[in-house]
Structure formats: structure tokens, C-alpha cells
């Protein structure tokens, strides 16, 4: 069998067709990635181009859950929980139904205790409280507008305000410098639009 195998590939015609059949498979591959390469390129001028972006976040006072007398809340924290309405309470002080307790001294609507000027909280709950007010809504619509590419998979998923503020005090590539150090390590949960100020090293 091996001395038969031998005797063919010595033959002209048969090393042309395994010439032929390679060079074949070469250029269909080729043209399968260039094709590939012009319609992603394409797909990402289309994208560019649709600007303002459509957010589906909406900016209204009452929120659906309301209606239903439940709250949606930031749930993971140990200590504080922050809900949809911009309460932020002691975890022990949140009500069955998901709200924080308003009848207790400690909770409190909208605040900005440990955040900075800039929009940057040391603490996710503060962040996301913060962010709920009234008054930052068109911060929020300006940096929606103004996101870059980038962060359209994260921002375009959101539903309303709440979601917004939960998705945007996460810390996030935005947070860190060298990606392995945070631009500031205490106020690392950010509302703002923009990005820490780096501290000198």
C-alpha cells in the first residue's frame, strides 16, 4: 500500500490536483473572511451613524412597581440596601415587600452621604441613592448621549432610571487605571460622567 501511495505522488497530475484542491480551499477561505471583515465594518458605520443612540431608559416620576406596592433594591449589599424609589436603609429595616422602611429614623430618600462632588461614592448604596434624584436626570440623559460605542451593550439593556443608576455606580473598567488599580480607591462607585480623577501613583 505505502509503495503504491509512493508511485502516485511521484505522478505530475496527481501532485497538480492536491495543488489545485489546496489553492481552491485557499481562496474560498480568503473571500469568506474578507466578506465577514466588509459586513462587520459595515454593521459598525450603521451604528455610528444612528446617533443619539435610542435608550430605552425612562425618566418618569412613577415607576410600575409602585402601582403594585413592591420595590426592586440593590440587594447584594450586607449592611444598607438602596430601593427603586432613592431610600436607603439599614438591611434589617427593609420591608417584606422589597421597599425600605420610611417609618424608621435611619433611612433616608436620595443621599449623596460619601460621594464627592464629582459623582463618586465610597459606597454602592449612597451611589445608587444619589443617583435616583430629581435634579440628575439630565446628567443622566447627557452621558447616555454621549456614551461611547463601547458602552452600548451595557447601557442599552437597562429599562428605566433605577437600572441605570444600579448598572452605572458598579464599578467597571471606567474605575480603574492599569486594569488592576482603582483611580481612586475609596470613591470607586460612580454616578458621574465621567471617570475618577487618577491619583499620582
Known amino acids: 500500500g505505502a509503495v503504491l501511495w509512493r508511485r502516485l505522488l511521484r505522478k505530475r497530475w496527481v501532485l497538480g490536483v492536491v495543488f489545485g484542491l489546496s489553492l481552491v480551499y485557499f481562496l474560498t477561505s480568503t473571500f469568506k473572511q474578507e466578506e465577514r471583515t466588509v459586513r462587520d465594518r459595515n454593521l459598525l458605520q ?11 431608559v425612562k425618566f418618569s416620576s412613577g415607576n410600575s412597581s409602585q402601582l403594585s406596592n413592591q420595590c426592586r433594591n440593590s440587594v447584594q449589599g450586607k449592611l444598607l440596601i438602596t430601593d427603586e424609589l432613592g431610600y436607603i436603609c439599614e438591611r434589617k429595616d427593609l420591608l417584606v415587600n422589597g ?4 417609618n424608621v429614623p435611619s433611612t433616608k430618600l436620595y443621599s449623596c452621604d460619601s460621594c464627592l462632588p464629582n459623582g463618586c461614592c465610597s459606597v454602592y448604596e449612597y451611589c445608587v441613592s444619589c443617583c435616583l434624584q430629581p435634579n440628575k436626570q439630565h446628567l443622566l440623559e447627557r452621558f447616555l ?7 452600548q451593550n451595557l447601557f442599552m439593556a437597562v429599562e428605566d432610571r433605577f437600572e441605570l443608576c444600579l448598572a452605572k455606580c458598579r464599578t ?3 474605575s480603574v487605571q492599569h486594569e488592576n488599580t482603582y483611580r481612586d480607591p475609596i470613591a470607586k462607585y460612580c454616578y458621574g460622567e465621567y ?7
Do not use: T
Not at 145 to 151: C, D, G, K, M
Open 195 to 201: 471617570p475618577p480623577e487618577l491619583l499620582p501613583v
Open 172 to 174: 467597571s473598567s471606567q
Open 46 to 56: 450603521v451604528q455610528e451613524h444612528e446617533q443619539p443612540i435610542m435608550w430605552k
Open 99 to 102: 421597599c425600605c422602611n420610611v
Open 145 to 151: 448621549n454621549r456614551a461611547a460605542i463601547a458602552f
